[in-house]
C-alpha cells in the first residue's frame, strides 16, 4: 500500500525568504512522486515530478525537490518565495496505473 | 489548448437529494478521474477511466455513487441520494493515459454543499 505524509499543515515565511516543505512516502513498490500546488477556488497544477534518473527534480516557478530514498522523503524547496506562491501544496505518489495517493496538503502562506 | 471543464461549479441540495456533475476531458486523453476532495484534505480517488470502462473504483460508495463515460469523451459522476458527509469538492483530471508518466490535468472542480 501507498500513503504520503506531509509534516507541516502550515508553513508561513516571509517574502524572499527560502522555504521548504516536507514530505515523506510509503510504498511497496515502484514509486512516482509529485508535488502539485492549488491556488483558491482552482483546480490542481502540476509542479514537478520525480519517475527515475536524476534525484534532484526542477520545476515550475523556480521550484525543486529532491527525491531520497534511504529516507523516503521528497521534499520541495524553493530559494526566494513571492507572494504569489502563497497557496495550498499537496505532494502525492503514483504506482503504475496512474492512480495519485495524495497528501493532506500544506497551505504556505507568504508574508510581505 | 483547451483545459478541463466541469460543470456547475457550485452546487447547494439538501440532503436525500440528488446530483450530478459533469466533466470535458482534454481532447484526445483517454484515461479520465474523479476525485473527491474534503475541506482540510487532500483529493482522494473515487474512480478511474480509460476511455469508457471503469479501470479503478475501489473507492466510490457505490450504494449512492455512480459514474459513467458512455462515449469515452465526457464523464458524469451522481450521487443519490446526498448525505451531509458528501459536502466536497468534487475534481475531475484527465491525462493521455493510465501511466503515472503522464501528467493529470484538473478541472476546476464543483464545490457541493449538502445541508
Known amino acids: 500500500a501507498q500513503s504520503v505524509t506531509q509534516l507541516d499543515s502550515q508553513v508561513p515565511v516571509f517574502e524572499e525568504a527560502p522555504v521548504e516543505l516536507r514530505c515523506n512516502y510509503s510504498?511497496?513498490?515502484?514509486?512516482?512522486l509529485f508535488w502539485y500546488v492549488q491556488y483558491p477556488n482552482q483546480g490542481l497544477q502540476l509542479l514537478l515530478k520525480?519517475?527515475?534518473?536524476?534525484?534532484l527534480v526542477k520545476g515550475i516557478n523556480g521550484f525543486e525537490a529532491e527525491f531520497n530514498k534511504s529516507q523516503t522523503s521528497f521534499h520541495l524547496r524553493k530559494p526566494s518565495v513571492h507572494i504569489s506562491d502563497t497557496a495550498e501544496y499537496f505532494c502525492a505518489v503514483g504506482g503504475n496505473t496512474g492512480k495519485l495517493i495524495f497528501g493532506q496538503g500544506t497551505t504556505l502562506q507568504v508574508k510581505p | 489548448e483547451a483545459g478541463v471543464a466541469q460543470s456547475p461549479r457550485y452546487k447547494i441540495i439538501e440532503k436525500r437529494q440528488s446530483v450530478a456533475f459533469w466533466c470535458n476531458p482534454i481532447s484526445g486523453h483517454a484515461t479520465l478521474y474523479w476525485y473527491q476532495q474534503i475541506l482540510g484534505q487532500g483529493p482522494k480517488l473515487l474512480i478511474q477511466f480509460q476511455n469508457n470502462g471503469v479501470v479503478d473504483d475501489s473507492q466510490l460508495p457505490k450504494d449512492r455513487f455512480s459514474a459513467e463515460r458512455l462515449k469515452g469523451v465526457d464523464s458524469t459522476l451522481k450521487i443519490q441520494p446526498a448525505k451531509l458527509e458528501d459536502s466536497a469538492v468534487y475534481l475531475c483530471?484527465?491525462?493521455?493515459?493510465?501511466?503515472?508518466?503522464?501528467?493529470?490535468?484538473f478541472g476546476p472542480g464543483t464545490r457541493l454543499t449538502v445541508t
Open positions: 510504498s511497496s513498490v515502484s514509486v512516482y
Open positions: 520525480y519517475l527515475s534518473g536524476s534525484t
Open positions: 483530471a484527465s491525462s493521455l493515459s493510465g501511466t503515472s508518466g503522464h501528467e493529470q490535468y
